[in-house]
């Protein structure tokens, strides 16, 4: 059995602030262990519900964030900017069931600590066929298109909530409750490596009845950025619409959700480059 394992930082118990996610930072080393321990703790669990092969893929910020030779379960290892496909670089049909493992809630969402949604500069929202979506539902798109369940998923309760819409067949792994975007309540690491352990071995078992993303296609993104200026900015893109209500709100419409996503990759990048 293959899962694919996609790697955030900011749902870690106990991370609250940019500083300690940010490579480079003072707090950063540390708390990278952290990480490194719970997407352990996911694989492990895995394993004991009968998977026995895994590609993570590094998805947080510079996406070299995790240490090869400590993965467990024998883990490939997808590392390193300008993926395609982004957080889901590396998925195919040939993997049985997927993983997010320290994910976060949406920027327009409930209360999450370090909300964002792909580039907190320059997106203020995001809904998916008119529904509120996180990263976690965004990324559904490409697990549907090769007809593959999302069956975990780990981080605070916003998060949990805002990926069942899209992920019918996920089990939650809630670590800590946010207080506010900078703030909260985390496990001890130790007992929220055991929630991810237990919620991964559930997942792995309950996949024959699993659910694909109930996602229906075609599929609109729609988009709201932080100023007109990138809004237009994302029209130079084919198939991405201005909404002539919303001068700073933009849509994407596809029969095809990887070819969507792919559209919607390619805005984040080009709006970082002029967001700040």
Request: proline share 7%; aromatic share 6%; with cysteine.
């Amino acid at each position: 059995m293959k899962i694919f394992l996609s790697s955030d930082m900011e749902g870690t118990a106990g991370v609250v602030d940019w500083a300690q996610c940010r490579p480079g930072q003072s707090e950063y080393e540390h708390y990278r262990t952290l990480l490194q321990a719970e997407v352990n703790a996911a694989i492990e669990g895995a394993i004991a519900g009968g998977a026995d092969e895994f590609l993570v893929n590094d998805s947080h910020s510079t996406m070299a964030n995790l240490r090869p030779a400590e993965l467990a379960g024998r883990a490939r290892y997808l590392s390193g900017r300008h993926k395609p496909l982004y957080m889901m670089q590396g998925l195919d049909s040939s993997f049985d069931g997927i993983f997010y493992v320290s994910y976060h809630g949406s920027m327009a969402g409930p209360r999450a600590t370090l909300s964002h949604t792909y580039n907190p500069v320059a997106i203020a929202e995001v809904r998916l066929n008119g529904v509120p979506a996180g990263e976690s539902g965004i990324n559904a798109l490409v697990a549907l298109g090769h007809g593959v369940p999302v069956l975990l998923i780990t981080g605070d309760e916003t998060t949990a909530a805002e990926a069942e819409p899209f992920c019918p067949a996920v089990v939650p792994a809630v670590v800590k409750s946010s207080v506010s975007r900078f703030a909260a309540d985390s496990m001890h690491p130790f007992q929220a490596r055991e929630v991810i352990r237990e919620a991964a071995r559930r997942a792995v078992e309950s996949l024959p009845s699993a659910a694909l993303p109930a996602i229906e296609l075609p599929a609109t993104l729609t988009v709201r950025l932080r100023n007109p200026d990138l809004a237009e900015m994302a029209t130079w893109i084919s198939g991405v619409e201005a909404d002539p209500d919303d001068p700073v709100t933009v849509r994407i419409t596809d029969t095809d959700p990887i070819r969507l996503y792919r559209t919607f990759v390619t805005m984040v990048i080009l709006t970082r480059g002029i967001a700040e």
